[in-house]
Structure formats: C-alpha cells, structure tokens
C-alpha cells in the first residue's frame, strides 16, 4: 500500500483533474462550484506549507545546536523567539486564550515595537545600496550604456517634483518613455512569462516536469 | 456557460507546439546559443579556489510553487552545474534558501555536483542554509554571510524580488565576482550594474535548459519560440490591417 | 570598484556617500522645503474613480504589503484611506479590508489605521467597515474571494463570523463588489489575473496602488482596461493628498526624494567624469608607450 501511494503517477494525476477543472472554469464556466471548493482546499493545503516550513526550520536549527555547528548560539535565539511569538499570539494575538490586555499589550510590542522595525531597517538597506550602486556600477562603457544613463536621469527627474520643477518638460518626456518604451518591452516580457508557465504546464501533464514532485534532473548523464 | 473561443485557440495552438518541440526533441534535441554567464562558471570558480574562498549561490525569493517555477528550476538545475565546478576545483559552497522544500532539493543537487566531480567528501549538509520562510531573514543571512565570509563568488539566479538588490549591493562591497539572471524586469538594471555577467529575461530558462539537456525543456523551448513567432507574425499582420481600417482580427479577438 | 579603505564592514567612501544621504533626506523631512507637486492624470484618474463611489457601494482595500515595505506603501494606502472613510461618513460607502502578504500584512493595516484613526472613528464597525486581517492563500485567496467571498474571509480580525457582520450580508462574489483598491509593491500582476473588471460584471473599476518602478509592468494592462487606475508610490501619495487637500506623509516625503534624485544624479555624474578622465589617461599613457 505504501509502495502504490508513492508512485509518481496519483501526484500527476491529482495535478491533471485539479488544473483541468479550474481550466475548464475559466474557458467556459462550467462546474464553477467543484473550482469553488477546488480553491478553498487550496488554502487550505497553503496553511499546511506554514506548518511544514516551521517543522522544517527546528528540524535544521535543532540539528545545528546538536552538532554545535557555527554559530548555533544563533539556533537556540531563533528557537526562543519562535516560541515567545506563538505564545504571543496564542496567548494575546487575534482570538487570543488569555483574555488578558496585558497579553495582547505584550503582542503588539513585539509585532510593532520589535518586528516591524527590524523588518522596515533591513529592507531600509535597498536605498543605500541604490546610491552604492550609482556611483560603484554607472559607468558609461559604450554609447548605448550613454544613452541608458541619460533616460535614467530623465527619469528620475520625472518622478521627483523638482524635475518638473527646474522644467516642465520632464513630465511629459519621462511619461513618454515609461508609458511608451518601458510598456512595450515589458508586453514581450510579460509574453515570455506567460508562455514559458504554460510550456511548464504542458511538461508537468506529460509528465516531464518533475520539480513539484521534489526531483530535479540531474542533466545528461 | 460561455466560451472564451480565441483564448481557448491561442491556449490550446501553443500547448499543441510545445507537445510537438518536446516530441521533435526526444529525436532530435535542438541546439542553444552558448551563454557567456555559464561559460565563465569555471573560470569564477578557479578564482575562488585560488583565493581559498568559497562560492555563495541563491535562487532568492521564488519557489516552485508560483508562476515563477521554471525561474527557480533553472536556477537550480545551474546550481547543479556550479556544484560540479566547486566539486572539480575543491571549493566550498553554500547555498541560501527562503523555502523548506527546497532545501532536500539542493542537498540532493549540491551532493551530486560533488560527487560528478569526484569528491563527494567535500560535500556537508551546512552548504544548504535555510532561514526560515521570510525574506528579510533571507537578506539579514546573506549579507551578513558575504560581509562575514566574502565569497569569491556571489551567484543569484532565479525569480527575484528585494534581496537582489541588498544581495548584490553586498557583493559589489565585497568584491565578489557576480553572476546574475531573472525573467523579472524589475531587478534586471541592477543585475546588469552589479553583476560581472548577466542573464537577461528569458535567457535564464534557455541556460537552464542548455545545464541539463534535458529533451523535454529544449524541446519546450523550441516550442515557445515557434509560438513567439506566431505571435510576432500575427501583431505584423493585424498592424498592416488595423492601418488599412481593417478591424478583422480586433473582432476576431473578442469571440 | 572604489578603494578599500575600509573601517569595520564598509569601506569609507561608502560610508561617506551614505551619511550625506542621509542628511540630505533628513533636512526636507525635518523641515520641509515646500516643493510644489504637480498632480498627473493617473492620479487624477483613481481618484476620479474612488470619488464616483454612491451610497451602498461596496469597496474593497486590499494590502499585499508589510511593516518592510511600510514607508513606500503607507503614504498612498493612507490617502486611500482617508478617502475612502471619508465617503463611508458623507455617503454611506461600505469600506472592506484585508491584507494578502504572509510576512505581516494585519500589522501593517493595524498601523495605517493608526495614523487614520480620527476618519474611522466616528463609523459604525461592521456596518461602514470591517476588517479581515489576514487572508491566507495569497493569489488563491485572491481567487477564493473573487469566487467566494463568505467562505474566504469567515472570520474577521476580531474573531467575529462573517454572518454576524451586517454589511457583509449580500455580498457572495466579487460581482458584488463596485470597486477594488489594491496596494502590492512587487505583485501588480495578480491584481488583474483574478480581480479584472473584465471579468466580473458587477466590478466596476480597480485602482493598484505600486512602486513607481512596477508602473511599466502594470501599463499593458491599464491599456486594456484589466486595471482601471493606478497610483504610482510616494509620489501618488502626495498628488492625492493634494487631490484630497490634506497633505500628509506623502506630501512630506515629497522634498525628501527630490533631493534624494538630485543627488543620485549628481554621483552617476561624478561618477562618469571619474570613469572618463581615468580611461582618457590611460588611453593617453599607452599612446605614449
């Protein structure tokens, strides 16, 4: 029993009736009730993949701290502060037990107060690693790198007010080249994309793609 | 009930080309014009192991469970490739993900890559770094780890989002030699600014295809592109016609 | 790449160009300089929209962001906001909110509802407004709303049943929704694959809110009429405060980024010059040789 679950073929072939159904919704309408419950079981299988990765994350934590591995001081922090948030918010967080305000204080200093500041500091470097990399990487190499550089400029000066403040021709030069050239070229992308997923689709139905089923291939061997 | 019928026709004529591509190609496989990103993995590799650092790869943010699957497969399938250069050249790995189930992914990958290589005991399960599923967590790692460690070689392919630009920005501080590539146009100008060499767009589903030679992908590859110069003939026929006040293919569009 | 002069991590003119950006940003926030921000006809557009809300319209707010991405996404979410409440007071509009991103979206809607707390206030919870927190799923609960609305968000950020929430009553599918307002910094996409007017016959426009850099990504679909409007950034958000006439964040952060470009020109410049003189020596010096 256990060798016939395993087989490749059932994940496949859930993958075929899920995608076909959830097509056929949206070609022709039918059965939109069976895509309905389709979706929300789907959401439900994505809540599993939080209750995976935390499983995941102490599976490897905890073997750092085993094996004493580099760092693993850092494992046992992480591992506190898992469990301080799930208590947290079991205890303070939306339909929280405790029914204390001192819980629910406690929660939203550690969402608010702790969380949100370390999250808004360590996504605060993309702006200083921008101007590293105005002055480290925009060298002007070859005249079409020039001519990069000078709708960069324009560019920028059409996004902040003092373009058009300095002259009024920013505005419409630098809407011209985002609503114009950057709209073009990102159809062909967009394009790309779209096709490329379908083709994944199609080696997934055949079988092909085996990288949902967590094999990868190993190239010519 | 309705039928969206050109949606449906342009849906079912590029599954049947790439059915065709990937039939074509188990006889067959086509060919892929070389790519200078991958060509220089041996010489960036040298490097690292003449510098007697190791070599830093990440597919960033994208999994295998969005749209942006065929990104991180390719990423990963170049992962295998790089782990067989750092196998050949004895150089240490490490490899930083944001998803759990990619972790036995890249074990398995970065193990083989060794093991081609003749050196599978250089191989530890420590080269795979998981930070747990959130992507600030993802960034604080990976700089902390080049500012910390300065890899050689810093690699990012696959279906990026923030971390590029704090990832390669670190590197470039560094002095890591860096190599790039993702289909998402937004973090493309800064690949090219901070990467030594670059894979643009598409061209990181081709590389993937060319590392693994798979029929399947090439074949699909092949696929698309016939499909692309479908749709480039179709926009050029429709143009000629739109200016000649001909609104055929418009009407035709909304069936 | 630069010299190596490093103290600790960074090298020292790193440091340099840092600290003099931040002072540069600083001095316009901490005291405004008052540049005057012209209002574009994207902006004009979304709010054109919003405003075209009646009595009983319903409008969704939907967040795809976090407290990392908060001072790109609060300045245009908060103006939204304070339009939106606005209505909700003057013309009886419904106002659903909700959030997508896994990595704390219902902290990032409990902080702008922070800074609007004087316009929600004076509303009646569950009758003017509600909202969901969290939504998880990501594009499929996207999906499940646009198919199911009382199924996908069963219970709201207080642990209320969607069945006892008064407003909530009538409203099954997306078809019954007027209007969507969408923030997302790196996800435009989704927006329109399942919330699309042309789609849904009752949604009567969306409006997606976005960095000015996913603009061009999002245009394609603008033209085509899946997106109705957008506002682009920070700098949306100071054209619609001024829409609105009460300047806020976005208005403040206005002088802060253009001093900010300016001097992102001035480097690529000096830059330039550097890279131009040193390749002309060189050239020169081997000429001699």
């Known amino acids: 029993m256990a060798l016939v679950l395993k087989r490749r073929e059932i994940p496949i072939a859930i993958f075929a009736v899920v995608s076909l159904l959830l097509l056929a919704d949206y070609f022709t309408g039918a059965w939109p009730d069976v895509a309905k419950e389709t979706i929300g079981w789907a959401i439900i299988l994505w809540m599993f993949s939080y209750v995976l990765g935390v499983t995941s994350l102490f599976r490897y934590h905890l073997t750092r701290i085993q094996k004493r591995s580099q760092y693993w001081a850092y494992s046992v922090v992480l591992i506190v502060c898992v469990f301080v948030y799930l208590l947290s918010g079991l205890l303070g967080g939306v339909g929280g037990f405790s029914g204390i305000p001192a819980s629910k204080a406690f929660n939203d200093f550690l969402w608010l107060n702790v969380l949100a500041p370390l999250q808004t500091g360590i996504l605060s470097y993309v702006g200083f690693y921008m101007y590293t990399i105005f002055f480290r990487g925009a060298r002007t190499r070859s005249w079409d790198v020039g001519i990069m550089m000078i709708v960069t400029i324009i560019l920028m000066l059409n996004v902040a007010p003092v373009g058009m403040a300095l002259w009024e021709g920013f505005g419409p030069l630098g809407d011209w080249f985002k609503d114009v050239i950057n709209t073009g070229s990102y159809r062909g992308i967009m394009i790309g994309v779209g096709v490329g997923l379908i083709a994944v689709w199609v080696r997934a139905m055949l079988g092909y793609e085996r990288a949902f089923l967590g094999e990868l291939s190993r190239g010519a061997e | 009930m309705y039928l969206k019928g050109f949606e449906l026709f342009v849906f079912a004529a590029l599954c049947l080309l790439v059915y065709l591509g990937i039939e074509r190609a188990k006889r067959k496989p086509p060919e892929v ?21 190791p070599v830093h790869f990440s597919t960033g943010l994208g999994g295998l469970h969005d749209e942006w699957a065929p990104v991180t497969t390719a990423g990963l399938a170049i992962m295998g490739e790089v782990a067989k250069a750092c196998g050949k050249y004895r150089v240490p790995m490490r490899y930083t993900t944001v998803l759990s189930y990619l972790v036995p992914i890249a ?4 193990k083989f890559g060794y093991d081609t290589a003749g050196h599978v005991e250089l191989y530890n399960p420590d080269m795979v770094v998981y930070t747990g599923e959130e992507q600030r967590a993802m960034m604080s790692a990976m700089m902390g780890y080049i500012m910390r460690e300065k890899p050689a070689v810093n690699m990012l392919f696959g279906a990026t989002k923030y971390e590029t630009i704090n990832f390669l920005g670190t590197g470039a501080i560094a002095g890591c030699m860096q190599f790039g590539g993702t289909p998402r146009l937004y973090y493309l100008p800064v690949m090219m600014v901070t990467c030594d060499y670059c894979l643009l767009g598409e061209e990181v589903y081709a590389a993937g295809a060319a590392v693994t030679k798979e029929p399947s992908q090439l074949g699909s590859i092949k696929g698309i592109d016939h499909f692309k110069i479908f749709v480039l003939g179709w926009m050029i026929v429709s143009l000629i016609l739109a200016l000649a006040g001909l609104d055929w293919f418009g009407k035709l569009i909304k069936m | 790449m630069g010299e190596r002069v490093a103290l600790g991590t960074f090298p020292l003119t790193d440091r340099l160009v840092f600290l003099v950006f931040i002072i ?19 902006t004009k557009k979304s709010f054109k929209l919003m405003d075209s809300l ?29 339009h939106a409440f606005t209505l909700a007071k003057q013309r009886g509009v419904k106002v659903i909110l909700f959030g997508t991103s896994s990595a704390g979206c219902k902290v990032y809607i409990d902080a702008i509802l922070m800074d609007t707390k004087p316009y929600w206030e004076p509303l009646r919870y569950g009758e003017d407004w509600v909202n969901f927190g969290w939504l998880p799923g990501f594009e499929t609960a996207m999906a499940g709303f646009a198919r199911d609305v009382q199924g996908t968000c069963k219970v709201d950020v207080y642990g209320k049943r969607v069945e006892e929430i008064p407003m909530m009553r009538g409203i099954k599918t997306l078809s019954d929704v007027t209007g969507i307002w969408y923030s997302t910094n790196t996800n435009p996409d989704m927006l329109p694959r399942q919330w699309s007017p042309l789609e849904y016959k009752g949604l009567k426009w969306t409006i997606c809110q976005t960095l000015f850099a996913s603009v061009p990504w999002i245009m394609p679909y603008v033209d085509k009429g899946s997106i109705t409007g957008y506002v682009a950034d920070q700098r949306g958000a100071g054209e619609y405060e001024m829409l609105l006439g009460k300047l806020g964040m976005g208005a403040t952060f206005m002088d802060a980024q253009s001093l900010g470009h300016l001097y992102g020109i001035a480097l690529i410049v000096m830059a330039n010059v550097h890279y131009l003189y040193t390749r002309s020596k060189t050239s020169k010096s081997k000429e001699e040789k």
């Open chain 3, 24 to 42: 540069l940003v600083a001095i316009p926030i901490l005291s405004p300089i008052g540049l005057p921000i012209p209002v574009t006809d994207a």
């Open chain 3, 54 to 82: 009646k009595s009983g319209d319903i409008l969704v707010m939907c967040f795809e962001q976090d407290m990392g991405t908060f001072y790109s996404g609060a300045p245009p979410d908060e103006a939204g906001l304070r």
């Open chain 2, 33 to 53: 014009r070389p790519f200078p990103a991958l060509e220089h993995i041996d010489e960036a590799v040298g490097r690292a192991a003449e510098m007697g650092r």
């Open chain 2, 107 to 110: 074990e398995d990958l970065i």
